[in-house]
């Protein structure tokens, strides 16, 4: 089974500009991830862009949406900034059918240690494998179908839109 | 959906004993590795061995197949020594039916860095809430049913029994 | 020998905020470095204030002055960031007498991981227990006299005045 | 001002091997940490040996003191196993003078995290860079001379001989 990673940016891959002291981005470190993981699942990487989520236009998620109707695998992971995935994970999910897309992110950089990343990325690539065709976000060892998922801001973490 | 996650031990949970200079076990990292995930997958951690698996005996896996089947839950995380695995997993394969099982393990202690441990358990959290009722081995990102998996020691990566 | 560690912010005690996705202090982590280091110098750790060295004022830096000058210790180390650390060592090193002090920072936040702070922090403490009376600033592994350092923004480093 | 390292073993530089389980040394970690700690000491590393300090012989102590009086610099580090750097110390502390020799070492290995060797390597470094000639042992952040020092083993410190 061969599955691929699209990264768009987010947390996930934020990095500390020591001489400027600011947050960044430089490269992704998903291909590290996964070898720290010791993953032997046959994963692409491609990095589509390296967006703060909270940038991301309708033009990028209409290039994401592309990215994943063009790919050749049927099962992809999307990483993407946690504050509009859910948005993101609506325009996949009204745009795509016949494919097993999961959208994962992180907290923290994986960079800074103490990340979520490593988790999620496990948990992503796994729900991807497992799941039948849809749209999905993987965060907090939980699985949300695109038209049920929220982030709750105040908290950090996703939920379900109501309380049932 | 609720989870429960076994501890039996293995690399996942040793630690350096610094007045000693050598490995030992205290106490699982699980719930501490459930907390960097930031998970909130209602999870069930109990201990119920902490062994090195080269130790574990028939006795020992005849507990942990009894302990799967007096869980309440019908979905089970098993944390083991990856040395046997294949054979627990077997044990647990041929004794239990209606519940979905995965065990997994890591290859570097969690508490040392560089661990393939939190990647593993969301991995293994992930498998055991997707996948049919079943024993698994959850390990390199990959799932494998527990009558097809072998660990390849020289190369200390898991595989299909016959390479097809 | 008592040594006192004023703390006064700087990138030693950057933190990532989850929530906002930014940089932002909150408590300093020179106590918990110093348990990592297995530290058994009697060291009292008093906060001052917890300021991006960019923003500290002329009267910060005679609020540090008077704090080193005030100390019941002999010996100090303060933690600055290093953006202007050599600012602040000259306004100590013209105002005090009779006392070892030494400026220490960090490249990277102490609680990102590959930082260098606990390296300098060791380093600053062995300075200030060994030198006699004077302010010095210990970077790099290298120990600088106040009136010989500035900061090489272009490459991340401390280094003497001038070329010799 | 020039420092050579000897790297004689120790926890400092102890790894996990992972294909068989269990504590190992390859190579040293000593640049590696002096590249975390932006080190610009003009330092050179010399691995001497790689040995658990229980198993140092009397002729291993020789090789060591060989080494420093053999160094073209007068200031040294040499990192070591803690069980018996006191004895090493007293070897070298009784066959040498005109060098400034401090030897270091870590409770916990660098490699797994949580150690205490980046925050040793700094504190050695800066004692063989400012105190005059003699042997030293630098643990704790404290410095303490080679024929007043001796390993706590209940409690895993440094400490001078007898209590005063």
Redesign the interface.
Known sequence: MNVRVLVTGG?FD?E?D??R???SFTRTHVPE??K??????R?TVATLMMK?S?FMTAADRRRILAACRRAPESRLVVTHGT?TMAETAAVLGRGLKDKTVVLTGA???Y??????G??????????A???PPGVYV??????FPWDDVRKD??R???ARKIRR
């Not at 993987?138 to 699985?143: D, E, K, P, R, T």
């Open positions: 947390t934020k500390y020591e001489l002291g600011t947050l991830m996964l720290l993981g010791r993953c032997r699942l994963a703060d909270l504050d907290m923290r950089p960079r800074f240690g103490s990340s979520d490593l988790f999620n990325l496990g948990s992503a690539l796994s729900f494998q497992a799941l993987a965060m907090n060892g939980l699985c801001r105040r950090g973490v996703f």
